[in-house]
């Protein structure tokens, strides 16, 4: 009987438990929403600082005879460390570390040609007429620094400023490259290639979010090319696309 006892008393306390767990998160905006409310404290109201993008990804120029896929798409995770610049500012700076990966679709070949100095030169060409592939993709993965200058409004209340927030973010980002490879299949065999000779190790450029509530139009422009000057064709990415952002 004790024993039994003790058992009704625990499920009698854990139902007291996820009740008022239940009441602070189900009945507002979830789990984010809490844990944003109990983190932040009475100190500066902190937003965004979890990001995910989802891109559409192309080639500024035109090579002739390639054509670009139209689902060329890509993905991106990013931890952001909010910063405003006082406890109820409308402007803040962010830092942060994320992840970007890009597919570039296209019906182009990479050709690889030997200088007589013995440097080699990476061409995206034609394929001259030949059978479409089932697949032809390059994908480019980053590990990338961003950093952002943070203007947004601030309504009355805590909660309403959580979700009823117009967002204008500019900002630069420099990256790693952490993987590049080709992925080829035909109705023969799949190849998957890495590591393209005169691939640029890193890229940088501006980046742009303008938004309401969590959701966000993203952009970004690359400074740099795909490969090295004078090693590759020059391959310019850009990226525009939507952002989820919480906490």
């Given at each position: 009987m004790h024993g039994n006892g003790n058992k009704h008393y625990s499920m009698k306390r854990?139902?007291?438990?996820?009740?008022?767990?239940?009441?602070?998160?189900?009945?507002?905006?979830?789990?984010?929403?809490?844990?944003?409310?109990?983190?932040?404290?009475?100190?500066a109201e902190?937003?965004?600082?979890?990001?995910?993008?989802?891109?559409?990804?192309?080639?500024?120029?035109?090579?002739?005879?390639?054509?670009?896929?139209v689902f060329s798409f890509g993905i991106g995770a990013t931890w952001m460390k909010d910063i405003p610049l006082g406890k109820r500012s409308n402007i803040s700076l962010a830092l942060?570390?994320?992840?970007?990966?890009?597919?570039?679709?296209?019906?182009?070949?990479?050709?690889?040609?030997?200088?007589?100095?013995?440097?080699?030169?990476?061409?995206?060409?034609?394929?001259?007429?030949?059978?479409?592939?089932?697949?032809?993709?390059?994908?480019?993965?980053?590990?990338?620094?961003?950093?952002?200058?943070?203007?947004?409004?601030?309504?009355?209340?805590m909660e309403k400023r959580m979700k009823f927030n117009f967002r204008f973010y500019l900002g630069f980002k420099a990256g790693i490259l952490v993987n590049d490879h080709l992925k080829i299949s035909d109705n023969v065999s799949k190849r998957k290639i890495f590591d393209l000779p005169n691939t640029l190790p890193y890229r940088y450029g501006p980046t742009l979010r303008i938004g309401f509530n969590k959701i966000a139009f993203v952009g970004f422009y690359s400074l740099t090319s795909v490969f090295k000057e004078n090693q590759g064709t020059s391959l310019t990415p850009f990226n525009i696309g939507l952002s989820w952002m919480r906490l």
């Open positions: 854990l139902l007291i438990v996820f009740f008022c767990f239940y009441s602070l998160t189900g009945s507002s905006q979830g789990l984010f929403e809490y844990f944003k409310l109990t983190a932040d404290g009475d100190g902190k937003f965004d600082r979890i990001i995910v993008d989802f891109t559409w990804t192309q080639w500024m120029e035109s090579v002739p005879g390639v054509d670009q896929g942060g570390l994320g992840f970007d990966s890009h597919n570039f679709h296209h019906n182009g070949t990479f050709e690889f040609t030997t200088n007589a100095d013995g440097s080699t030169f990476t061409t995206l060409a034609s394929r001259n007429g030949a059978s479409e592939l089932d697949k032809n993709k390059y994908a480019l993965n980053y590990i990338d620094l961003p950093f952002e200058f943070r203007l947004r409004t601030m309504n009355k209340t």
